[in-house]
Structure formats: C-alpha cells, structure tokens
C-alpha cells in the first residue's frame, strides 16, 4: 500500500498511442490543473512511451508544472503489464495523492490493474472532479481536502460522488467529452523529470500481432449543430431526414443507441452513455424518447429542440423548444423553414 | 484436451429498462421494483466459454458473489451448459468495492483449477469495467480485455481479437488468461430445454434453508433435502468467506477504499421551456429566433 501524501502532486496519465496524445487526458488538463491549484500543489503529467520526449512540452503547454517522461523501447506500444508496473513504480517513488486517467479502452484496461497492485481505490468513468470536504458519520471526523469522484451510476439513473479516506492515491478515470480541453499556452515553462525505466521481455506477455485502425466516420464533439434521431424516425430510409436537416444547418448527424442498434446508421455517430458525450451550441432531437442513458450524452447542449409526436416523452423535460407532432410533417417543415430564411 | 474455463457472472438489477413502475412520483428511480437480471456481457462471456468447450472440449465453471436470489442466474447458466456453478454469499461481503470483489473472487478462483477465466466487459448496474482487471492482477494472469473474437486456442496460447476503440487488435498471449467479453463478441445462446427440466429443482443450501424456514412447518426437512439433491447432482455448490479462506480485512466495507459520499437522483429539466406549434409558421417563427440569437449561423 502507498502511504497518504497531503502534499503529493495531482497526476495525469499523459496515454499516447504512436505519439499521439489522446484527447481525454488532454481534456483533463484544465480540470486537474485546477484541483492542484485548489489543494496548492503541482500538476505533473506521466507519459510513458518509446521517443514520446516531444510530447512533454505539450503537456507544459497544457497546463502541467511537471512532466515524468518515461521512455523505453519495450513502451513502444502499450500494453496492460509494461505500463502498469511502470506508472506503479512511478506512483510508489513519487507518492501522487491523485492520480487520474482518461476513460479510454486503454486507461480502463490500465488503471484497475494498478488500483489492484496499489491496493487503491479507483472510481470508473467520472463526469465531474473536485475538491471537497467529508464527514464520517460514525465518528465526525472531518477528513479535509477529498477528490469527489463524480460519475453516474445505475445506468446513468443517479449521480455518486464517491471519495477515498485513507487508501491512496485518490485514483480515477474520467469520460470522453465531459471536460473541455485547454487552450495550449505555448509560453508556460515547467520541469521535465527524466524516469530511468527498468523493463524486461517478461514484463509483456502479449504479442501485438496485428492492429487495424479504423478512423472515426465523424466527429461529434467538434460539431457545432446536431441532428440526431432515435428509434422513432422509423426506419433507415426515413433517418434520410436526419440527414437532409443536419445537411441543411451545416450540422453533423447523430443517433440515439436504439437507432443504432436498429441500423439506421453506423455506431460512429452514436451520442450517450455508450457513445459520445456532446455539448454542441444546438441539438435537435427527433423521435428520441430520452433514456436517461442518452440525456447523459447531450444535456450540457446549450440549446435543445426536441421532436416528438409522444407528449410525455422525457426528452421534452431538458427540452427548450418542444414540437409535439409527427417528425414526418415537422422536419422536412424545418428545412423548408432554413432554406427560405437562407434564400431571403 | 480441452480447456477449463471459470465464468464470473453478475446479477444486476435491469438499469436499461426502467418503466414507468420503477420510478418515483418526483422522476426518481424506485430500485427494488426493477427486475434482476443476468448480466448481459456475462452472458457473452458464458457463450464464449460453451463455445470452447463445444470445439475443444473441457469443463465450464460459472461462479457468483451475491445474495442467495443469485442462485437464479446460475440455474440459468446451467440451462445453458455450464457443467458446474457456485454461490459466494456471505453478509460480509456486503459493501464491497471493486477492489474488495476481485479480491473475494480471486480467493473463489485460486480454489478451482484453470486455463481461461472470462468476465463481461462491465455490468451494467455499474458500468466501471474494473473488477476483470482488478481479478487478473490479483490472479497475476495475464488480461486481455474488450475482447470481440477468440481466434485461436492450440493448447498453450490464445489469440482474440479486441476492440481497441478506433479499431480493432489481433493479440496472443500463454495460457492462463482473464478475457473480459464485449456484447459484440456473439449471440448468447438460449437455455436448452432438456437441461432446463434438469437443472430447474437445482438449488443452494441457503436457498433450501429459506425456502424450509417460509414453509414454517413443524417439520422442517432441510437436511434430507440437501442430501436428496445432493444425490440427483442438483445441488448448487456455496462457499462463504470462511471456505474461500480470505483475509476479512480486504473485504467488505472494511476491504473497500472507495466510500459513497453523496448519492443524488438525475431529473434533468430545462431552465427555459416552451412549446412549439408544428405548424408552418411555429417552425418558421422557432428558425427565425435560433439564427437572431446566432444558433444557426
């Protein structure tokens, strides 16, 4: 176990594939550097990888005081037991009090079987971060200066704000999407720390035989207006909607899981819970019923128009516009409406 | 030859399909009124272990950490194939973490001689995806996760092939493994209808117990019927803490770091909200308000 370091740095797990950093432990820049100002310690970012040194200057960009640059040719591709006893043996050295990674498939494959070696807790898939105050109700003690780990559970049904009192560090991942990334500050300075790495052929049982990337069909998060339809649209053929509308408001194309599973469209665009989480300036929403598992994905949109001919749906309670009618009659009303006003 | 593979199976109450019973009158999800179900990716990882077992040959194991209505979906794991389940319920397990699961389960484990052990992806009641790898630490096997397609088995090795995110990854690794299974990776098969008529007296001692003390009889005949079952091969293995040998400080609340702080209901509503009419002009009227105010450029 790793003793409880009031003073330990907060930590981001810097993950990058072929030195590329991915975007969510980008994204959680902002946030950390703001935990570690409110607990007035530093933000240290760990990459570990083979010739990634050209990434810790981003991440000093990016807002980290510190970066720990961890670079071995058995890190050249990452896998499950390298780069957990690496950033296990970093952790164990430096004594972190938080240590945070991006929900990725690979920051979720990574951080338990470091929680489990650490014997540390570590709470999945958070929305939110911050620093708070906890009292035991057994005893009163107040025990100061917590991370609140914040993330929806039962199936996005309630929020949890989960804590860790004495077994540290204070570890968690955190979803895609949910934080904005920083603007890079190409003039901030900061230290980098050279780690030397210990790695043999046996700290990697796997043999990485083949990889096929498939690049995304779209990108949710950068669109500024989206169109999205669920399984009310009906069939594939109707969700030509969806798209004639997105098309016509220079907007990106999205579902609900249930139209995805039904196969009006590719898994690329689906928004939610198992999706993507998206915060666009307007989000039209036709024939969504509104799982609580889909509202998880959208409702930071800024402006909601919803579409349904069901007056109790749920989506209409997070709405801003609400068109209660037959998305059939509605949407392409929509369109005719945008393609006026841009002819005028 | 043939290959040993223990199952690790959830109970979960069904978070997907909340209907209007289960909520509250404030929007509030009633939890007690939501069915329990079978884990939907334990049912991946289950099929993929029948799936083994019916090409290479070998002995399915499925094992649960719950309370005795648990018993249910192990019965249903046999319907399917499983060749053998077992109960973890002990009230000390209660408010485990993540951690403090994979630590009990990996006591369950080390008991039982293996060449696979499969988890589903995550539960769904949860979601964290944390306890398969938490367990394969734990076990010190090594884990592939997010797996999609088991490719090959030729003995001493496997190679699957996983979902990587942006793409997908063909690995191989020596056996023992922990494989955790994605919905992707195959259709759950349905139970069998003559293992069903088999398997559907099986019971848990603790469930006879329950079952002997609601009959309130004045002849309680507990243990003629766990030995009956006993003999038809119907009784359903249970271990509680003390068979599984395990240190109490790693279980429980006690063995769990996390700790719940708050727990808050999701009722999602619009600060501002107001309806439109679909008509012609409604919409006209909607458009000309979104592009004045720079929504739509």
């Known amino acids: ?344 | 030859m043939g290959y040993k593979c223990v199952v690790l199976i959830k109970q979960v109450p069904d978070t997907k399909r909340i209907t209007g019973e289960a909520m509250n009158d404030d929007g509030t999800v009633r939890r007690s009124a939501l069915p329990a179900i079978f884990n939907p990716e334990d049912l991946n990882a289950l099929e993929l272990a029948l799936q083994i077992k019916d090409k290479y040959g070998g002995h399915v194991t499925v094992i649960t950490m719950g309370l005795p209505a648990a018993s249910a979906i192990l019965r249903e794991s046999l319907y399917r194939g499983a060749d053998e389940a077992v109960l973890i319920t002990d009230s000390r397990c209660a408010a485990s973490d993540t951690l403090a699961t994979s630590y009990i389960l990996s006591c369950a484990v080390k008991k039982i001689d293996y060449d696979i052990v499969l988890c589903g992806r995550q539960a769904i009641d949860g979601d964290t995806a944390q306890v398969g790898p938490q367990l394969a630490e734990k076990l010190g096997v090594t884990q592939i996760t997010y797996v999609e397609e088991l490719e090959e088995l030729n003995g001493k090795s496997i190679t699957a092939r996983r979902n990587i995110g942006n793409g997908r990854q063909q690995v191989r690794a020596k056996l023992p493994v922990l494989l955790t299974v994605t919905g992707d990776a195959n259709e759950p098969r349905v139970a069998a209808a003559r293992r069903t008529m088999k398997y559907k007296n099986a019971r848990t001692p603790i469930e006879i117990e329950q079952e002997d003390r609601s009959q309130k009889s004045e002849v309680r005949g507990q243990k003629s019927e766990v030995r009956k079952l006993k003999e038809k091969g119907l009784l359903i293995k249970q271990w509680d803490l003390d068979e599984l040998e395990a240190d109490l400080k790693w279980c429980g609340m006690r063995g769990s770091p996390t700790k719940v702080h708050k727990i808050q209901s999701v009722v999602l509503s619009a600060k501002e909200s107001r309806a439109v009419e679909p008509s012609d002009k409604g919409i006209a009227d909607m458009i000309h308000e979104l592009i004045e105010e720079k929504t739509i450029s």
């Not at chain 1, 968690?172 to 030397?196: H, L, N, Q, S, Y």
């Not at chain 1, 919803?306 to 709405?319: C, H, L, M, T």
Request: glycine share 8%.
């Open chain 1, 1 to 344: 176990m790793i003793e409880v370091n009031r003073k330990g740095e907060v930590w981001v797990f810097a993950e990058q594939h072929y030195g590329q950093l991915e975007d969510t432990p980008v994204e959680l820049m902002s946030k950390a550097r703001h935990l570690a100002d409110s607990l007035g310690v530093k933000l240290a970012a760990a990459v570990l990888g083979s010739d990634v040194k050209e990434l810790a200057g981003r991440l000093i960009h990016y807002g980290a005081d510190k970066v720990y640059l961890a670079e071995h040719e058995l890190l050249e591709h990452y896998q499950t037991n390298s780069y957990a006893k690496v950033m296990y043996d970093l952790i164990h050295k430096h004594k972190p009090q938080i240590v945070l990674y991006g929900a990725t498939i690979a920051g979720r494959d990574l951080a338990p079987r470091i929680a489990s070696a650490a014997k540390a807790g570590l709470t999945a898939d958070c929305t939110d971060l911050q620093i708070g105050n906890h009292k035991t109700s057994k005893d009163g003690k107040v025990h100061k200066n917590l991370l609140f780990q914040i993330r929806p559970a039962f199936g996005g049904n309630i929020i949890a704000t989960i804590i860790n009192l004495d077994r540290w560090p204070q570890m968690a991942t955190v979803r895609e999407g949910v934080m904005p990334a920083p603007e890079p500050d190409a003039k901030r300075k900061g230290e980098i720390i050279t780690e030397t790495v210990s790695l043999a052929q046996t700290n990697l049982p796997l043999e990485i035989l083949a990889e096929h990337k498939r690049p995304k069909k779209i990108n949710l998060k950068a669109a500024r207006i989206i169109v999205a339809g669920g399984a009310g649209v009906g069939s594939k053929d109707n969700f030509k909607l969806i798209w004639d509308l997105a098309n016509c408001l220079g907007g990106a194309p999205a579902a609900t899981r249930a139209a995805v599973d039904l196969g009006f469209i590719d898994h690329d665009h689906q928004v939610g819970q198992t999706g993507t989480t998206v915060r666009p300036s307007l989000y039209i929403a036709v024939g969504i019923s509104g799982a609580i598992q889909h509202q998880a994905g959208m409702s930071q949109s800024q402006k909601i128009v919803a579409v349904n001919n069901d007056p109790e749906a749920p989506i209409f309670n997070i709405a801003h516009y609400k068109i209660i009618g037959d998305l059939n009659e509605v949407v392409p009303r929509m369109i005719k409406s945008i393609k006026t006003v841009s002819r005028e």
